[in-house]
């Protein structure tokens, strides 16, 4: 890709990211940026000022050289040195201050990214460095819905419904076949670390859900005392359900008969056709040992979302490698809820999964851990420091991700018992061939 390109590309990407930030700080009133509405998550204004804080210390300092705007605010800012429960307490930026320092980094990083040569090292090349920080706002983006859903009150977020896309009856699973396939990238230009690098990964027969697991599908396992019975869930879920009073997903409700939820500030009846959403780990997994399955390994799911059997190329997303596009997936925070299952056939794989990328975060059999090879780039705390612990990979992308920071490779994760994310599932099985 030639500079130009390569700059348009990135500016492109900052700018959508920019404006996707402005919407979510700028639809609550300033109690509401202030507020902790979840000690899970940050205050609104802590993610705004601290995207703003990254982008001045990796595209204005590190990339362009530029003196320091307010490395006084640099502390305070720093996710690893303060835990999402105590940032309130912390001396943060005013909302309105917070706004003029993400707007004046911002111009001054345009101006970076003009007279920079998109060469010459590894966080210039391809203008990754500019790629990460979009990737890493509009991660933060999610992270801000996430706290949007979590806040009481008002609905101050609209977004239409998803289009019906379904095209009729699927099967209700697919034979994904045995063998090697190419895993991770190593030529992705954005991928991020953890995704790196390409290697051999070789995968048994097994059987994938087409689609999703759906409210519906889910209800049944809680009609069925699925929380009432400790043979489905690994100790330390049971001892979540126990100490939690837990029986349904997090927002759901039943009354007078029918479960409700609330999604934005608005209560509404749990659609059934929906991926069931907002359970954690410890839920899909009790699920899937009920319906007498498994949750896919991570490397099953990425040889499903990726691989085709007959060219037995391995491809950027499901349908191909082209960017994704609105009859692909559900993605961007375009809709505030996800597409019925077995939504976008356009989106499907070869074998024909469907909902692999966007809609809902799919939960993985897996533990966090890095691949051969692996090299921290261009900081341990992006993934290095997470490895080896008790996090669990998830896979796909929700609505909530936007296509920069969603692919065929990216990895997320979080703990087991994290409910309040945009999570799903969907499981598997071992195949008898």
């Not at 209700?172 to 030529?187: A, K």
């Not at 809709?335 to 070869?350: D, I, K, M, N």
């Amino acid at each position: 890709m030639d500079p130009e390109t390569l700059r348009e590309r990135a500016a492109t990407a900052l700018l959508a990211a920019r404006d996707r930030t402005r919407l979510l700080t700028t639809c609550v009133e300033e109690p509401d940026l202030l507020a902790q509405h979840s000690p899970l998550m940050s205050p609104l204004v802590w993610d705004l000022a601290h995207i703003g804080n990254q982008e001045e210390q990796w595209l204005l300092r590190a990339v362009g050289g530029r003196d320091p705007l307010r490395p006084d605010i640099d502390s305070v800012y720093d996710a690893f040195e303060h835990p999402r429960a105590a940032r309130p307490s912390l001396p943060l930026l005013a909302p309105a201050e917070a706004h003029g320092y993400v707007a004046e980094v911002r111009g001054r990083v345009l101006d970076v990214l003009e007279s920079t040569p998109l060469r010459g090292g590894p966080l210039l090349d391809a203008g990754f460095a500019f790629g990460m920080i979009a990737q890493h706002e509009q991660q933060h983006d999610e992270t801000m819905l996430i706290t949007h859903q979590l806040r009481r009150g008002p609905a101050a977020l609209t977004a239409p419904a998803p289009p019906v896309t379904s095209d009729g009856i699927l099967p209700t699973e697919v034979l994904v076949p045995g063998g090697p396939f190419t895993m991770g990238t190593s030529t992705e230009p954005w991928a991020l670390d953890n995704e790196r690098p390409a290697h051999h990964r070789p995968v048994r027969s097994f059987l994938m859900d087409t689609t999703p697991v759906s409210n519906g599908a889910y209800q049944r396992f809680i009609e069925d005392g699925g929380y009432d019975e400790p043979r489905w869930w690994a100790p330390e879920g049971w001892a979540q359900v126990r100490e939690h009073g837990l029986r349904a997903p997090l927002f759901w409700r039943h009354e007078g008969g029918r479960w409700l939820r609330r999604r934005f500030g608005v209560t509404e009846p749990v659609p059934t056709d929906e991926p069931v959403l907002h359970v954690s780990w410890y839920e899909a997994d009790a699920y899937a040992r009920w319906a007498g399955r498994r949750l896919p390994t991570e490397a099953e799911w990425e040889k499903a979302a990726r691989h085709d059997p007959a060219s037995g190329r391995t491809m950027r997303y499901p349908w191909g490698d082209e960017e994704p596009t609105p009859a692909h997936a559900n993605l961007g925070q375009r809709h505030l809820q996800p597409a019925p299952v077995g939504s976008y056939p356009e989106g499907q794989s070869p074998l024909g999964v469907r909902q692999l990328i966007g809609d809902v975060w799919e939960w993985t059999a897996s533990d966090f851990l890095p691949y051969p090879g692996f090299a921290a780039f261009p900081y341990r705390e992006y993934s290095e420091v997470f490895f080896g612990g008790p996090y669990k990979v998830l896979r796909g992308g929700s609505f909530a991700v936007d296509p920069v920071a969603c692919r065929g490779t990216f990895r997320n994760w979080d703990l087991p018992l994290r409910r309040q994310i945009f999570s799903g599932f969907r499981t598997a099985a071992d195949a008898d061939i």
